[in-house]
């Protein structure tokens, strides 16, 4: 039988993981929505959908969350305290309209609180958190960024000869693809953390044997509550991401996604829990500076871009924050 513990990570996960649902939805549909190729309503429902089937699809990041940042078995209780101290993190920049990270937001988290549990860094996997944390969240905005620029300057090329009205039509029915691919690539690379993470409680609980795979209750736990999250949507981030960065139009937006979608697919197939919030921004700017430098709102990116550096190491002392305060009372 489950300890009641346990329960209360489940529980936890299943926050975090509807959180990271409606925080991230922006990341797949807004493009999509604020050029009018689909109402908000069907963008919802169609980047849940893609969701629950990339979230299924492998366990490469999950096994990194799991077996590759740090190499104690930890007690479920410093668990539960990385859980809270990235649902905080999270739902105060959801509140703030801010697209930080969900993925940092938890690795941070799971980072303080072993450090606390601890009490040292011997046990962070220093070398697993540059090669899987700290150097995707570097090259794969950049990736975005370049892949984003170099596609809008490939369309301009190509469709140059055509009239604006005819382009828009055609990007309006296309970007409908892009999006979908870019919300299967959110789902198969965000929902596996939590899908590490309750791997690690459940190894702690004596459920599973250590270094054992993510089991299948555990995926469709993940992918389903991702899935709802997303149905929850998430318009105060959206109204960021839709028209705070740049001013979209269909081939943007197509570009954007495409861009990004290919970026995260590459670092799952890596293993590297990337933040598709960071990607899916730096293919807007990528592309909407391909069409016009100054057309890119700079000031808005500046205040993304903080919000990406300051993520890790604040959820890093939240999450040792929590564990001290809930290893107090367990």
């Not at 493009?31 to 069907?42: D, E, F, G, M």
Request: net charge positive; glycine share 10%; aromatic share 8%.
């Amino acid at each position: 039988m489950p300890s009641t513990l346990l329960i209360g990570v489940v529980v936890a996960a299943f926050v975090f993981e509807l959180i990271n649902g409606f925080h991230d939805t922006a990341n797949a549909i807004a493009t999509t929505v604020y050029t009018k190729a689909l109402s908000p309503r069907v963008a919802i429902l169609m980047s849940a959908v893609m969701n629950f089937i990339g979230a299924l699809t492998s366990e490469k990041v999950a096994m990194t969350i799991a077996h590759g940042l740090v190499d104690i078995e930890l007690e479920l209780y410093v668990v539960l305290a990385a859980l809270i101290g990235a649902i905080v993190w999270n739902l105060f920049t959801w509140w703030r309209g801010i697209p930080s990270s969900s993925s940092h937001a938890l690795i941070g988290s799971l980072i303080g609180a072993t450090m606390v549990f601890t009490a040292s860094a011997e046990h962070v996997m220093w070398e697993g958190v540059l090669m899987k944390v700290i150097i995707p969240l570097f090259t794969s905005p950049l990736i975005g960024l370049v892949l984003g620029f170099a596609l809008m300057k490939l369309i301009f090329a190509i469709f140059a000869n055509w009239k604006p009205a005819k382009a828009n039509t055609f990007f309006h029915k296309i970007q409908i693809v892009s999006s979908m691919f870019m919300a299967y690539s959110h789902g198969n690379n965000d929902a596996q953390k939590t899908m590490g993470i309750m791997t690690i409680a459940l190894i702690a609980d004596g459920m599973l044997a250590a270094g054992s795979g993510v089991p299948l209750w555990v995926k469709l736990f993940c992918a389903i509550t991702m899935a709802l999250g997303t149905s929850l949507g998430g318009r105060r981030i959206m109204k960021t991401m839709g028209s705070g960065v740049t001013k979209l139009e269909p081939s943007i937006g197509f570009v954007s996604q495409l861009a990004s979608g290919v970026a995260i697919e590459t670092m799952t197939a890596l293993g590297a829990p990337v933040s598709t919030t960071q990607v899916i921004t730096t293919s807007i700017m990528g592309a909407g500076s391909a069409k016009r430098i100054k057309g890119v709102r700079w000031g808005v990116a500046r205040g993304i871009l903080a919000a990406w550096v300051i993520t890790l190491p604040i959820t890093m002392v939240l999450g040792g924050i929590f564990a001290a305060l809930v290893g107090l009372f367990l």
